[in-house]
């Protein structure tokens, strides 16, 4: 079974700094999916960034972008000039590219707190 | 507006006594599923449904039942609820057009489940 795993259960910036989310799975897959979802306090769950394992060139959405590095099965998340409004819950997910099932596998999450 | 609407947002019940909660979305998708999130663990697949009468298993299935009758509602039934199934609790969609990695999940507000 797949798994996904965030190392850092909190982390915490400065508002207008740079922070690295990390995040690395387990597949013997070659093709595959790897998303960033943000969970504010609201509680929805907001796509920020995909990346399909086929596709060497990272993701980039505005500030977020990605670093994914498919022999290390690494794919953390880069958010630059960050803003109030980004803190929240991250969670990174995976989701087989073939089969009857589009579940997401979660990791626990990182909570990202912006400070001013 | 495309929307996966959850209700109720919140309850608090007492062990035993039956519960449903609602999923219904306006996207005419065909998938649909359910996810607990707890903390610490991240969201798991309950339950899932690829289209109208067809649904299988996710990873925590025990203790819940779904029905898919009409497709763009997906409920989920608690017959006998316990305290460890009190969690928050989320429902969402997507297409089968095109990659499925394209399609983006789209998740209810969520429903928090207080069973006493």
């Known amino acids: 079974a797949q798994t996904v795993t965030q190392s850092q259960p909190e982390m915490s910036v400065q508002e207008a700094e740079t922070v690295t989310l990390s995040c690395t799975y387990d597949t013997s897959e070659s093709n595959y999916y790897l998303f960033w979802y943000k969970q504010p306090p609201s509680r929805q769950m907001i796509l920020v960034i995909r990346?399909?394992?086929?596709?060497?060139q990272n993701a980039t959405e505005n500030r977020f972008s990605v670093n994914f590095q498919k022999a290390a099965k690494s794919f953390s998340l880069k958010i630059s000039d960050s803003q109030l409004g980004d803190t929240a819950m991250y969670f990174c997910?995976?989701?087989?590219?073939?089969?009857?099932?589009?579940?997401?596998?979660f990791g626990k999450g990182t909570l990202l707190t912006v400070n001013p | 507006e495309a929307q996966v609407t959850q209700n109720p947002r919140y309850l608090i019940t007492v062990t035993g006594k039956k519960l449903t909660v609602t999923c219904s979305q306006n996207m005419n998708h065909e998938y649909m599923s359910w996810y607990r999130q707890d903390p610490g663990l991240g969201l798991r697949q309950i339950y899932y449904s690829m289209n109208v009468e067809v649904t299988d298993k996710g990873d925590v299935p025990e203790g819940y039942k779904v029905s898919r009758k009409e497709k763009r509602n997906f409920p989920l039934i608690l017959e006998s609820p316990s305290p460890n199934q009190t969690s928050l609790y989320f429902c969402?969609?997507?297409?089968?057009?095109?990659?499925?990695?394209?399609?983006?999940?789209?998740f209810g507000d969520g429903t928090r489940l207080s069973i006493l």
């Open positions: 969402a969609s997507s297409s089968h057009r095109g990659k499925r990695g394209n399609q983006p999940q789209h």
């Open positions: 990346q399909e394992a086929y596709k060497q």
């Open positions: 997910a995976f989701m087989h590219s073939g089969g009857s099932n589009y579940k997401l596998t």
